[in-house]
Each structure stands twice: as C-alpha cells, then as structure tokens.
C-alpha cells in the first residue's frame, strides 16, 4: 500500500529565509510521481512542483525546489526566501498506477500549515 | 481559458437529499477525477474517469455514483446524503498519466 507521511503540521518561517517542509513515503512500486500541492485559506488546491521517481535531477520551480532522497524515500519541500503570501497548508502527494494503468491515483499526507511571520 | 470549474461553491443539504455535483475542465484532458477532504486530512479518491465513458471506483466510493457526460464534464451524485458526507468535494483532471490540476472545491454540509 502507498503511504505518505508529513510529521510537522505547523512551521513557521521568518519572510525572506528558506524552510524545509518534509515528507517521506511509502511505496513498492518501481514507477510513481511525488507532487507538492499548496492550499491556501480560500481552498483551492494549487500544484507547486513534481518528481518523477526515475528522475535523477531534484526538480525545480522558481521558489520551489524538491529534495529527492529515493534511498530514504523523502521527497522534502524547499521554498526560498520566503514571502507572505507562501503562508497556506502544504501537501505533499504519490501518484501511483491503478487499474488497467490507464489512470494515476494521488495519496496524499495530512498536510503542514506554514505560516510567514513578517 | 478556466481550466477546472465546478459547482456549486457551497451546499447544504438535509439527511436523505440528493444532489449532483458538476465538474467542467477546457484543458483537453482525458482523465478526471473526484476527491473528498475532510477537516485535517488530505484528499481522498472517490472515483475516477481514465477516459470519456469509463468510471472506476476510487478509495472511499460508498454513498456515491457519477457519470462522464462527455470528454469535458464529469459529475458526482449523491444519492441520499448523510451527515457523514459533509466535507469538501474537489474535482480534478489530467492528461492521461500526468500531472493532476483541481477545481476550486464544493463545500457541502449535511445537517
């Protein structure tokens, strides 16, 4: 069975540093994606950055960067000099194949709540 | 260019009404997807379309049934609502294996 585990439900980050928000997961599937999904307080769900599990670079977008540690199957959250408006729940998500493989299913954590202290 | 609506925003039902939720993507997408969230948790699958007329059940399917009305549109009914559905309701879709994008939610209440 997949699992994605989030240990820290709050961070907190002074505006302009860097955080770390982290995941692990679990998986015997050879082929799976790992997604960051931001959800700030109006609800809507924003995807952030993904990592396919045979790609040996850490993936990278703007802000946002993804630690890939496939041995110790975590795939952490970076976001640099971090700004107000980052303040949101944070979720990081499996995708794995399901049925025919004809479609992903995502797994999601519990979520961490960052907030950005001016 | 919307990308994934959904309606209605919010909801509140009595125990035993039905409903229909509606999900409308413009990204060509061939995969949707319906999700429940409930309060300190992540999302949970309902069910899924990987194509235009074809639905699978998800991981917490009971109390549900949907329909893919053509490539764009895929709904969730809910056939007789109970106070155990209450949540918030997300519709996503993707190409086939790729990245899944969502709709802004459906918050629904059963009293």
Redesign the interface.
């Given at each position: 069975a997949q699992k994605?585990t989030q240990t820290q439900p709050g961070m907190f980050v002074q505006e302009k540093e860097a955080v770390t928000l982290d995941c692990t997961y679990d998986t015997s599937d050879p082929s799976y994606g790992l997604?960051w999904?931001k959800q700030p307080s109006s609800?809507?769900?924003?995807?952030l950055i993904?990592q396919g599990s045979y790609d040996q670079q850490n993936a990278t977008e703007g802000r946002y960067s993804l630690n890939f540690q496939k041995a110790r199957k975590s795939a952490n959250l970076v976001i640099s000099a971090s700004q107000l408006g980052d303040s949101a729940m944070y979720?990081c998500?499996m995708?794995f194949?399901?049925?025919?493989g004809?479609?992903?299913?995502?797994?999601?954590?519990?979520?961490t709540q960052l907030t950005v202290l001016p | 260019n919307a990308g994934v609506t959904q309606t209605p925003k919010f909801q509140v039902l009595k125990t035993g009404q039905s409903m229909t939720l509606q999900c409308a993507q413009d990204m060509n997408h061939n995969?949707m997807?319906w999700?429940r969230q409930d309060p300190?948790?992540?999302?949970?699958?309902i069910y899924?379309?990987?194509?235009e007329g074809?639905t699978?059940k998800?991981?917490v399917p009971n109390g549900y049934n949907v329909s893919r009305l053509n490539k764009r549109e895929f709904s969730l009914r809910l056939e007789s609502a109970a106070p155990s559905q209450t949540s918030?309701y997300?519709c996503?879709s993707?190409r086939?294996?790729d990245?899944?994008?969502?709709?802004?939610?459906t918050?629904l209440t059963v009293l």
């Open positions: 994605i997604f999904y609800g809507e769900m924003i995807f993904y979720f998500a995708s194949l399901i049925s025919s004809s479609a992903r299913q995502l797994t999601f954590g519990s979520g | 995969s997807y999700y300190g948790m992540g999302l949970r699958l899924y379309s990987a194509s074809t699978d998800g991981e918030v997300f996503a993707s086939q294996l990245t899944q994008y969502f709709g802004p939610g918050r």
